[in-house]
């Protein structure tokens, strides 16, 4: 039987995973959420992996919670759970997760896009936190994620409907980085492996800051940033780039 969760190695340093449950637009049953936290837990764990980009199949990225498990989900269930542990994963990885979009991003589909470092959409991508419309709420993060990157009015528009919106939309909103023209899964790979070129602990340092700053006071946020950078500076890398700028000319370091 084909894997629901496969991950491939595209480019030095990328890790690709893919959800592979097209029967069901890749929606998040209990087995899906299990084995995407264990191939990120993988990606996040391995020392020769520096980005991790996650995607769906053609016709969708995902379709969010599994609505025929959740029917017979009971509050007690529910309160017992409190989260699946793939939302605290996706909050707490420490490498960029770059997420590829195609066809499909809907409710805690969305969710996962709201929490990714880095957003590529194709074209056609739709976007939607249908959730209201099944009497729930986007319970994975998705009210509080979609009203910090996009202010209240356009959050509360979204979520109190449930209508979709356009990659163009979700690019207009901040939601996502880039709409590639052609291949999105092939642009978020090229991304990532852009960023994986890149020196790794300067990687580290400027995806935690912009990830703890915006909950601190602006004061507090700029100390991180300073210690951050001084961390930076101790580093051999550092010495080695500046040093061979200095010596080869400009562009070259
Ligand atoms: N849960 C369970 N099954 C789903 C599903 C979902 N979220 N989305 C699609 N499927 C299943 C369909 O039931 C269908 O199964 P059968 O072939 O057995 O009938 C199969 O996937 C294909 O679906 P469609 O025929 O509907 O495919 P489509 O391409 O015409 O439409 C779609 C795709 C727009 C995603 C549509 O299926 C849809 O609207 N799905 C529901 C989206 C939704 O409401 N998501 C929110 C879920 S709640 C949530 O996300 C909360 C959370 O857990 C964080």
Redesign the pocket.
């Known amino acids: 039987m084909e894997s629901i969760v496969k991950v491939e190695r595209p480019a030095d340093g990328v890790s690709l995973v893919r959800l592979n449950r097209p ?3 890749n ?2 049953s209990r087995a899906l959420k299990d084995a995407l936290d264990a191939a990120l837990l993988d990606a996040e764990r391995a020392s020769d992996v520096r980005v991790i980009v996650l995607t769906g199949t053609p ?2 990225f995902c ?6 498990e ?1 029917g017979a989900v009971t509050v007690e269930e529910q309160l017992a759970m409190r989260e699946h542990p793939l939302w605290r994963t996706l909050g707490a990885l420490r490498k960029p997760l770059v997420v590829a979009v195609d066809g ?1 991003a ?4 969305m ?1 996962i896009a709201l929490a990714a470092d880095l957003v590529v959409a194709s074209e056609g991508a739709v976007f939607g936190l ?2 209201i ?2 009497g ?1 709420l ?3 993060g998705g009210t509080q994620r979609l009203v910090r990157l996009a202010g209240r009015q356009r959050a509360l528009r979204y979520l109190l409907t449930g209508d979709r919106l356009s990659a163009r939309a979700a690019q207009a909103m901040g939601i996502v980085c880039e709409v590639a023209a052609d291949d999105a899964v092939a642009a978020a790979v090229a991304l990532a492996a852009s960023i994986a070129a890149m020196p790794p602990l300067a990687v580290r340092q400027i995806k935690e800051v912009v990830q703890l700053g915006p909950d601190a006071s602006l004061a507090t946020a700029l100390a991180l940033e300073r210690n951050a950078n001084l961390a930076l500076f101790g580093t051999e890398e550092r010495t080695r780039r500046m040093k061979a700028f200095a010596e080869k000319g400009s562009g070259r370091a």
Not at 106 to 109: A, C, I, K, Y
């Open positions: 029967e069901a637009r929606a998040l016709e969708a379709a969010g919670g599994d609505i025929k959740l499909y809907l409710g805690g589909g969710e249908p959730e419309r099944l729930i986007p319970g994975a």
